[in-house]
């Protein structure tokens, strides 16, 4: 007994591929449906790759693969015996694949009634609301630091890229957490002293090194985290978040002066405005007044066409 895997591929050449191509060429427009089929197939084994590569499951579906190859094979030179076994395995594989990937497939079933679907297909959300929870998980791990008096030093990277900086520090590129961020402000920790550099929606590096401010207008009881969060804030348009060790008190350096003694909701609006609403807000309007030109120089290029053509006319 052969599966179809042994089958009769000139035949399988002829009847199928071919008369397709017959087909296409009767229906131009069917070229197009093709293209889009594949297109989805693609990207719907793109994604069940990219999940399944990062769980248990990567091993079994190699282990998978290569019983299909041998069974093929098997099939291929007439190997009657291996052939046979191998087919009953792979019949009773389809029942083992259900049980064994149960977890996985009901996850995936239950984020299709969810709005987690898109982060399932790798389609994450705008920058806009990343950057504000972002914010959000960052003034919660500074409040937290603040109780315990725990001293802290975090930088968001605005437009002015500081790569000199984050090269400085230890390398982290980690999604933004408090309970990592209050980790590794942990007093006697290798990360502790220097400062966590945000970028990208990530932890980009932690213990770098801040230029310090040198100004002799800054109030000598200031510390080494308050002197080097305003020279970062004065050389870039990065903004620091200072909790003090001393009195457990959270600041906020912006272009080169200090914010002191900030409270939750002031520090997250402080954040949210400078990081967020004047960003994408400039962003939106740049992008809208663009779209105005473009459309603005198509409306002038047409009426000169329509002034040409007239001319020719006359």
Not at 181 to 191: A, M, Q, S, Y
């Amino acid at each position: 007994m052969q599966i179809n895997l042994g089958m009769n591929w000139e035949n399988f050449y002829k009847d199928n591929i071919m008369s397709y191509i017959r087909n296409l060429k009767e229906n131009p427009f069917e070229l197009i449906t093709l293209i889009i089929d594949i297109a989805i197939v693609i990207f719907l084994v793109y994604c069940f790759f990219r999940v399944v590569k990062e769980s248990r499951a990567w091993q079994l579906i190699k282990g998978i693969a290569l019983l299909v190859i041998a069974t093929w094979i098997s099939g291929l030179f007439n190997l009657k015996i291996l052939n046979w076994i191998l087919t009953g395995i792979m019949n009773l594989g389809v029942i083992a694949i259900i049980v064994i990937f149960q977890p996985e497939l009901r996850r995936g079933l239950e984020q299709l009634g969810t709005n987690k679907i898109t982060k399932f297909f790798g389609i994450d959300k705008d920058v806009s609301t990343k950057t504000k929870e972002d914010i959000y998980k960052v003034v919660i791990a500074a409040t937290e630091l603040a109780k315990t008096k725990t001293g802290a030093l975090i930088v968001f990277e605005r437009d002015i890229k500081i790569q000199d900086i984050i090269a400085t520090g230890i390398p982290m590129n980690a999604d933004v957490s408090p309970q990592l961020l209050v980790n590794i402000f942990e007093p006697k920790t290798p990360l502790h002293d220097g400062a966590v550099v945000i970028a990208g929606n990530k932890i980009v590096s932690a213990a770098c090194v801040l230029p310090l401010a040198d100004d002799k207008d800054i109030a000598k009881e200031l510390g080494t985290r308050h002197r080097a969060a305003i020279g970062i804030s004065k050389e870039s348009d990065s903004i620091a978040i200072i909790v003090s060790e001393e009195t457990g008190k959270i600041s906020v350096a912006k272009d080169g002066t200090l914010i002191a003694d900030v409270r939750e909701d002031v520090l997250k609006k402080i954040l949210i405005s400078n990081i967020v609403t004047k960003r994408f807000t400039i962003e939106k309007k740049e992008r809208k007044e663009r779209i105005k030109k473009i459309r603005e120089k198509m409306k002038k290029q047409k009426e000169l066409k329509k002034e040409e053509q007239s001319e020719e006319q006359n």
